[in-house]
């Protein structure tokens, strides 16, 4: 199968691959660039630890087609901190011990930003909502709906 | 179509580890030449902190900053041996094996400290800031770096230290059939609010209040979290997960996480935690465990909070809509219990 040239904004840096087609997105960010911060969890869309935000809004890389993000602008984990500091929702799941294992700390941190960029000072139901597409298994996401509404808080103060 | 609500409880006394041909770790503790220490070992922390609490125990037995202790776990082919993380007995049985290695390796440090100090290691104590001193000169100082670079490159010493801790096989009394399985028991208890739904069978969780007593809390925030956590695997295991929800026929298993449930987090309820902290004698600084047993009362409380809400009782897991909805009609309709 011969290769499609793909170019597109990861975490506001320009890259350009080939890929085959029909790969899809999180395969294209993991091995074609390095960037390990989406994982494999299900690789169906089940479990939402592979999300990352295209132009701002929350996909599931596993089933997104690679070439479908050409000249658009693709947000991961990786990009989330700023400069030496940690992002504030970082730190708000540092604080609030939203992590354990930490496989799903990746999905949880994009979905929260998604929800947090459109909207600063969301409810406990729109967390709720905006999470529930992403499964933990080690938290009982109390914590981790605690850490997004103390985000959410310090940006609002802030 | 009514909503019952129902309320359940259940106690718990959790032997922490296990018994089948005895129930070892081990840990070795070193300095390395910048004086910092490292704790090797092939326990598994899957994310419950025993990392961390392994550091913190290494740390205040040899008497040094938390920060100088770093913990390698590697590498379970070439670290010191250990069962595994299970049965609540990492904090336990890893955390008094690094104990008892730390200690050895303090003895070691204090030694190489006296020859550089010119004075007897008796006399000397550390300041849990990477200093050691003579006890009531705390000028006649040394750092702990430079015993570790003294120990390395003068003196032909390792800073190092041993440590296993073994509970030992115990075997059956065959006159009486007794046998002491643990040396250390954590306990709990839980109580579960319910809402059951005698049209549907979904059962809804309200709230649940609980206490735990599980020794010394090393550090009550990773004790919280895993209060919190353990008790949703609970509930999952109560009423949502299972491989095989008609075993022994396996028709209908789940084969993905779309199909295999679990609460998500719109299912959560408010859970209030005590932790009742009651030294463990044979526990590193008094601690028992949290891991495991956190998650076990939460399942018998839950199908008793069934049965107080519609009078059902269902002993078989996980507690499906549809197992409740054919025992409530098999029993003629909901029959709610006394509160309690």
């Known amino acids: ?158 | 179509m009514t909503r019952h609500r129902g309320r359940g409880m259940a106690s718990i006394n959790y032997p922490i580890g296990m018994n089948l041909g005895g129930d070892p770790s081990q840990a070795l503790v070193h300095s390395n030449p910048s004086g910092k220490f490292t704790v090797a070992l092939s326990s598994i922390d899957l994310g419950q902190g025993m990392k961390s609490v392994t550091r913190q125990i290494c740390a205040e037995t040899l008497g040094v900053p938390v920060e100088d202790v770093y913990v390698d776990t590697a590498d379970s082919d070439t670290g010191p041996h250990c069962m595994g993380s299970f049965a609540s007995r990492g904090t336990h049985r890893v955390g008094n094996a690094v104990m008892a290695a730390a200690r050895e390796a303090r003895g070691v440090m204090m030694e190489a400290a006296a020859e550089e100090l010119e004075v007897n290691a008796a006399d000397l104590e550390t300041d849990g800031r990477g200093n050691i001193h003579v006890k009531g000169a705390p000028h006649r100082s040394i750092s702990t770096k430079d015993v570790a670079i003294a120990a390395q490159f003068r003196q032909g010493r390792t800073i190092s230290g041993r440590g296993i801790f073994l509970v030992p096989l115990s075997d059956v009394d065959p006159e009486t059939g007794e046998m002491s399985p643990a040396t250390c028991y954590a306990h709990a208890c839980l109580v579960a609010e319910v809402e059951v739904d005698d049209e549907t069978g979904e059962v809804a969780m309200v709230r649940m209040d609980s206490a735990y007593e599980l020794g010394r809390a090393l550090n009550p925030r990773l004790v919280e979290q895993q209060l919190v956590g353990g008790a949703w695997m609970g509930v999952s295991h109560a009423l949502y997960e299972t491989p095989e929800p008609y075993y022994p026929d396996p028709a209908h298993g789940p084969r993905d996480f779309v199909e295999y449930l679990m609460p998500g987090p719109g299912d959560i309820c408010p859970h209030d935690i005590a932790v009742l902290e009651r030294p463990a004698p044979d526990g590193p600084f008094g601690a028992k465990g949290p891991g495991e047993m956190c998650a076990n009362p939460v399942l018998p409380a839950i199908a008793n909070a069934i049965f107080n809400a519609v009078g059902v009782r269902i002993d078989e897991l996980p507690i499906t809509p549809e197992k409740v909805l054919r025992a409530i009609k098999a029993q003629g309709g909901a029959r709610p219990q006394a509160r309690r």
């Open chain 1, 1 to 158: 199968m011969s290769k499609i040239p793909l170019q597109f904004r990861h975490n506001g840096r320009d890259v350009a691959i080939f890929v085959d087609g029909g790969t899809n997105l999180l395969v294209a960010l993991r091995e074609l660039i390095g960037d390990m911060t989406p994982k494999f969890g299900c690789g169906q869309g089940g479990c939402g630890t592979c999300s990352v935000l295209i132009d701002g809004e929350l996909h599931l890389s596993c089933l997104t087609l690679a070439e479908t993000v050409a000249g658009r602008s693709v947000e991961t984990l990786d990009g989330m901190k700023q400069g030496p500091n940690l992002h504030p929702l970082q730190r708000a799941f540092a604080d609030n011990f939203a992590a354990q294992c930490g496989y799903c700390t990746p999905g949880m941190l994009m979905a929260a930003k998604a929800l947090l960029d459109r909207n600063p000072s969301p409810s406990r139901a729109d967390v709720i909502e905006a999470i529930s597409g992403n499964i933990c298994r080690c938290t009982g996401y109390e914590p981790i709906i605690n850490a997004i509404l103390a985000a959410a808080g310090g940006r609002a103060s802030a």
